[in-house]
């Protein structure tokens, strides 16, 4: 029913439920908590957000919360398809500063977990593409931070140029990971 992969940091998951399909179409269990607590996720989502994003090449993130409000993350895509972007922004971890970057789209039906101490973000390979996303903490727009998607220290190959991404004010001046405080150690 439900298929949990590592990514290139262990801790960052890609999950994707089964898909029952027939002449009409699917039917898939997009979250089960019981299922998840047998494949290694035991995490308690509190909220449910849906963003669409017009435009191809439309960046949101690197995003995060800081404690008490951390958030831990399973994002899917609905409508279109995205580069979706994990950082681990742990300060003690031996992945401290690397990613995971993973193709999520409503064709592939895969998830992507991503854990409390990770900037977390993503770019829209298609137009007008929703993301679908559990979080495990409440917003706090006053916990609300953010870092550089295009800080060149992070290594992540973004499918467009920095000049072709299409931004909120807010992720156009994000500090970069030299500039980041340590919100998790
Ligand atoms: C995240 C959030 C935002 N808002 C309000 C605050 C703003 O007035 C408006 C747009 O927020 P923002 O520009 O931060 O939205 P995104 O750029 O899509 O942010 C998200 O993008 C990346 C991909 C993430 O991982 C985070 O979940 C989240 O930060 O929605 C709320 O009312 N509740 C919320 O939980």
């Not at 998840?36 to 995060?64: C, K, M, P, Y």
């Not at 193709?103 to 895969?110: C, I, K, P, Q, V």
């Amino acid at each position: 029913m439900l298929s949990v992969e590592p990514t290139i940091i262990p801790e960052v998951k890609i999950v994707t439920p089964r898909r029952f399909g027939d002449h009409r179409g699917f039917f898939s269990e997009t979250y089960n908590r019981q299922r998840f607590i047998e494949a290694g996720i035991d995490t308690e989502f509190v909220q449910d957000n849906h963003s669409l994003s017009a435009a191809v090449g439309t960046v949101r993130g690197l995003h995060f919360q800081s404690e008490p409000f951390a958030q831990a993350k399973l994002i899917r895509v609905v409508r279109g398809s995205i580069l979706d972007v994990a950082v681990d922004i742990r300060r003690s971890s031996p992945t401290y500063g690397r990613h995971a970057a993973v193709e999520l789209s409503a064709e592939n039906g895969r998830q992507l977990f991503v854990p409390i101490g990770f900037a977390h973000g993503f770019c829209t390979l298609e137009p007008n593409t929703e993301i679908q996303y559990k979080v495990s903490a409440y917003y706090s727009a006053a916990n609300d931070h953010g870092l550089a998607w295009n800080d060149p220290e992070l290594g992540i190959a973004w499918p467009i140029a920095p000049a072709e991404a299409i931004l909120s004010d807010k992720d156009s001046r994000q500090p970069t990971l030299a500039e980041l405080p340590a919100y998790f150690s």
